[in-house]
């Protein structure tokens, strides 16, 4: 049996749907997966050795271009894809008009939720079959939980396994305790302060540990940059692909983010990681992980260095005490 999961963005939409994809791989041992996502999120699908052939989609950018020729082509030639391929189910796992239209390209049955579950309703019309999951569930179990019903099994959901893999890379590998800073991030109000991670770089240095920083453009760059001045034994990885940056990421030994799509990443690879969350709710589609914590800011208040390194300090003891015991 062949099944292609449509999940386009965001990465941390992305990464939510790698237990249920483990999940389904551990069941139904049967059925070959495939992978429809934005191209920007094709090396993040990579990490899970039970997805074959991974489809590329370009709809930010197709957007853009609405009129270009090479938008039709591209779109055209994914459709030829999908097609070629003959898959007997399709999974939209994200329930909106936009990844329905993709599955819809598949000319395969189409299973989906239901109209009080799925993000867009209108994104049912296109489905064969729905299934109604709660809305009041953590996306990650919402996903497991559709899967299961659409591919006949039942989760285990008192266990989380993502099941990625993290990549070899071309970076060299960091020395010592890495501790990763995940200080990007898209919106400006959910950016801690640079003087905030230059001192939990500080805080983690005094404890043996290297800090560890990237950035993906100029103004994450001098942030990056001020850390590493600061504290001078902190790496800063130069701008890099995703599977470099996951590769370094999947090896850390802490990993410290802001709402980002790496801090899910890291909680998915099982790392201890503090996220912290300024202007947003972690709510129902914060980071999930055996190892991972979610700090929110008080209204009105601010996070401090020395909280986040306590809790950091707190899961690597779990994480020992569990090595420990096992």
């Not at 800090?211 to 034994?233: F, G, L, M, Q, Y």
Request: overall charge neutral.
């Amino acid at each position: 049996m062949k099944v292609l999961i449509v999940k386009t963005s965001s990465m941390g939409d992305v990464i939510h749907t790698f237990p249920a994809l483990e999940d389904a791989s551990r069941n139904r041992p049967d059925i070959a997966f495939d992978w429809c996502v934005e191209e920007a999120f094709a090396d993040i699908v990579a990490l899970h050795p039970a997805i074959g052939t991974i489809h590329t989609v370009a709809i930010r950018r197709w957007r853009r271009n609405l009129f270009d020729t090479t938008t039709w082509h591209e779109a055209a030639e994914l459709r030829r894809a999908l097609r070629a391929c003959r898959y007997d189910l399709v999974i939209d796992a994200q329930g909106l008009l936009k990844s329905s239209l993709v599955a819809r390209q598949a000319r395969a049955p189409i299973a989906g939720f239901d109209r009080s579950s799925a993000r867009e309703p209108s994104a049912t019309l296109f489905y064969d079959i729905t299934y109604a999951v709660p809305r009041d569930l953590h996306a990650i179990e919402r996903t497991r939980r559709l899967f299961g019903l659409a591919l006949g099994y039942q989760p285990d959901l008192s266990a989380l396994d993502s099941g990625i893999v993290a990549p070899s890379g071309t970076i060299a590998p960091i020395d010592g305790k890495a501790a990763f800073l995940l200080h990007g991030t898209s919106r400006e109000d959910k950016k801690w302060p640079a003087q905030e991670w230059i001192g939990t770089a500080r805080l983690l240095a005094a404890r043996d540990m290297t800090p560890v920083t990237t950035w993906s453009n100029e103004r994450e760059k001098a942030v990056a940059e001020s850390i590493a001045k600061a504290v001078p034994s902190t790496v800063v990885v130069p701008k890099s692909p995703l599977a470099d940056i996951a590769a370094i990421l999947g090896r850390s030994t802490l990993v410290v983010g802001a709402d980002t799509g790496l801090t899910h990443l890291a909680s998915a690879f099982g790392l201890p990681t503090v996220a912290v969350f300024l202007a947003t709710e972690p709510g129902l589609t914060g980071p999930r992980g055996p190892y991972a914590s979610t700090l929110l800011a008080p209204a009105g208040g601010r996070l401090t260095p020395a909280e986040v390194v306590a809790e950091a300090e707190r899961l690597l003891e779990l994480r020992q005490a569990s090595a420990d015991k096992n």
